[in-house]
């Protein structure tokens, strides 16, 4: 798998991942953070930030998860590295917001861990698919 790949597969798993997490934090989560995350939430997205995060993430996901899925020829390897890869990287932001951070609450952590276990597997899958028909 030469640059090129990886250029084509990470620039076809963009739209992946911010539609799944767009689904996500637009949609199915929207109330639950608004409800427990209200007084720390801006009134703006900071959109510079958040595509800084999805762009250094994305790539994240594609090294440690996709590339040795795709060396395998294992969508669940693909998908056992992107659960791992999501639960840590999730697990450390909110545990660290947890330890310091007045009022961060206890039921988020659970839930966006969760969250980014889930987002991380299935982004991993649809990029690790898409990987093999780039192939």
């Known amino acids: 798998m030469n640059p090129v790949f990886w250029v084509k597969l990470y620039l076809f798993t963009i739209p992946v991942f911010f539609a799944i997490d767009m689904i996500w934090l637009g949609f199915v989560a929207r109330s639950f ?34 590339r040795p899925g795709l060396e395998a020829q294992s ?18 932001y909110d545990l660290t917001n947890l330890a310091t951070l007045r ?22 899958a649809g990029s690790y698919l898409i990987g093999m028909r780039l192939g």
């Open 33 to 66: 953070y608004k409800n427990n995350l209200g007084h720390l939430l801006s009134p703006d997205v900071n959109w510079p930030a958040a595509f800084a995060f999805y762009f250094i993430y994305i790539a994240g996901i594609l090294l440690f998860a996709v």
């Open 103 to 124: 009022d961060w609450p206890v039921l988020v952590v659970v839930v966006d861990i969760a969250w980014g276990t889930v987002l991380c597997t299935l982004v991993a």
């Open 75 to 92: 969508l669940a390897r693909a998908c056992l590295w992107g659960a791992l890869f999501g639960f840590f990287t999730y697990a450390t």
